[in-house]
């Protein structure tokens, strides 16, 4: 981190704007909003959205720090890999160095939200009430304290650079690959863009963890496009039994089953890097993902929130923020 100056962007943005421009539209190039707190829709440009006046600004020793620079660095690098992803919508064209600064990117935009931000004060308000109900003073408890929103602002930027490169090789040790949005279709993208899905359950006990078995990590690239981390022992099995079955029907012997396609479809996408098209049902599951998952704002580039809205109406939980112990 290095001291806030004249340099220093009074705007910083969860959401990098390189990102929010490939969700933009019309002539104006503004990106459309919902607010689920507020249920209303309105249009803004990319400067003024996913952004909080000294976000990544701290008090520490007495100066005013700031992760701001070290992040614009990083968003320097990883547009110009997104640009490429894009643009040849595959990921067989990224060399190491590309492909690890991408998941740098993406490991440090799954920490910098206002997501995470709120875990953190979630956390120490569900230990807290805890000790209360166990008739526990705070004061005895060893290596806890109850911090104030300065010192969980100072924590969160502190946890971005901390674990930064942890996260990262998790994603690295995922199976990477693209989705594309069908004609007429489009992705939408929240102000918690990376999410998570497990179809694996652990019985009293949560499953959103980058390291659990059956995770799916998801992050919309543009409006036409999104990546996908998913568990590598889950699609590893996959993979393996797809080959299997393509020796056995190269021989002749043993006629493809019905349905099987989209299981080679999916396994011929990972192998190729290339983008799989999806289904209309599938867009509708990425994109509930980032309405469950958002904290506040979701972005799109039609202004076609009526499946924000219907979510809401059906499910009120999803008008705020996900709260511990939920999905």
Known sequence: MRRVDASTP??????????????????KKRVHVFDKHRKTAYTSSVRDAACENGYYNIELDGGEFTLEGK?????????????KIVDHETLAGLD??????????????????????????QMQEAISSWLEKQEISVDQVENFEVFDDDKLKQSHVHNINALALQFAGHFMNKIMML???????????????????????????????????????????????????????????LIEKTKKLRFVWSLGSVPRPPGFQDAEELVNAIESGRARELKPENIDFYNSLQVIQSTRFVYSST?????????????????HSPRIGSN
Not at 10 to 21: A, G, R, T
Not at 71 to 83: D, M, R, T, Y
């Open 179 to 237: 989705a594309k949005a069908p004609r007429g279709c489009e992705f939408v993208i929240s102000d918690n863009p990376v999410t998570m899905y497990n179809h694996t359950p652990r019985l009293g006990r949560g499953n959103l963890g980058l390291v659990l078995d059956g995770i799916e990590i998801h992050m919309p690239l543009s409006k036409s496009l999104s990546v996908s981390f998913v568990c590598p022992k889950i699609m590893g099995e």
């Open 96 to 121: 190491n160095k590309e492909l690890s600064s991408f998941c740098l990117f993406c490991a440090v935009q799954l920490l910098r939200t206002e997501h995470q931000r709120d875990f953190g004060k």
């Open 71 to 83: 992040l614009a660095s990083l968003e320097g690098i990883a547009a110009g890999v997104i640009k």
């Open 303 to 319: 202004g076609d929130f009526s499946l924000v809205e219907d979510m809401i109406r059906t499910n009120p939980e999803c008008q």
């Open 10 to 27: 009074k705007k910083q943005h969860y959401v990098p704007q390189f990102i929010l421009k490939n969700f933009r539209s019309g002539k």
